[in-house]
């Protein structure tokens, strides 16, 4: 299976609203606090570029008013053209002012993830990580766990994703492992796991595997870039992020 990425900041999203559907704006209007207004319009706005780039739809603000985003009663999103089911699938991150949308086939089932490297606590990892994955971090050498940190975490919560449960499971339900182990420090220096393309893979991602339950293995990519990083998990065989490109208004 294919899916194809998105990613826009706060400031690709115009200031007005008239891309919104009359549905999303009643939405937003519900939203009071400033930062979950702006996190919602970004992910709309993503979700918007990344379907429109895939389904060869206009772009212009007010034919972007005709694809909705709605929550479906997991929580995931799910897209709707003039009012009915499209006939694609998304998932959809943000995090620090950017937004990640990845786009595959309808009836499929898939996550996406974003999540900044910053610190962890020794409890935080006992609580939400395996055996085998605290025993992954403890081998990395130090200036690299806050990274590797971060990509676990993050495809967990795009397998929760896939699932379509978020955070209602024990995260340690499922362990996350990069594909062929961690780079030892010995061969790749940590600045060099951000972006290493190839004319297969020109936005560097990485393999990785999340094993559920213990028997259901789900493959997926990851990224990193700009102290953030991306996830992609699905229960299906899964070929390298297709990236695509989005309209900036600025």
């Known amino acids: 299976m294919n899916i194809y990425w998105l990613e826009q900041t706060d400031a690709d999203v115009p200031v007005g609203n008239q891309w919104l559907s009359a549905r999303e704006t009643i939405c937003l209007s519900g939203l009071h606090f ?10 709309r706005w993503t979700a918007k570029q990344a379907v429109a780039a895939c389904l060869n739809l206009s772009t212009d603000l007010h034919s972007l008013g005709d694809i909705e ?22 998932s959809l991150s943000h995090r620090d002012g950017t937004a990640l949308c ?20 020794e409890a935080f990892i006992a609580d939400y990580f395996t055996l ?14 806050p990274l590797l940190l971060a990509l676990l975490w993050s495809g967990k919560e795009s397998a929760l994703k896939t699932l379509r449960v978020g955070l209602r499971l024990d995260t340690r339900c499922m362990c ?23 004319a297969n893979n ?49």
């Open 176 to 198: 996350v492992s990069p594909a062929g182990g961690w780079p030892q420090p010995s061969r790749e220096k940590s600045q060099d796991l951000c972006l290493i393309p190839s």
């Open 69 to 90: 985003i709605r929550a479906a009663s997991s929580g995931a999103p799910e897209v709707f053209l003039q009012n009915q089911p499209a006939d694609i699938a998304i």
């Open 102 to 121: 990845t786009v595959g086939p309808a009836g499929t089932s898939f996550g996406c993830d974003l999540e900044a490297i910053e610190p962890r606590t």
């Open 34 to 43: 400033a930062k979950r207004r702006a996190d919602w319009r970004l992910g």
């Open 202 to 250: 020109p936005d560097g991602w990485r393999p990785l595997q999340v094993r559920y339950s213990g028997s259901c293995v789900f493959g997926g990519w990851w990224r990193f870039q700009d102290r953030l990083v991306r996830t992609a998990v699905s229960n299906l065989p899964l070929g390298t992020p297709v990236a695509q490109h989005g309209h900036r208004t600025h």
């Open 132 to 145: 085998n994955e605290r025993a992954l971090i403890a081998r990395a050498p130090a200036e690299e766990q």
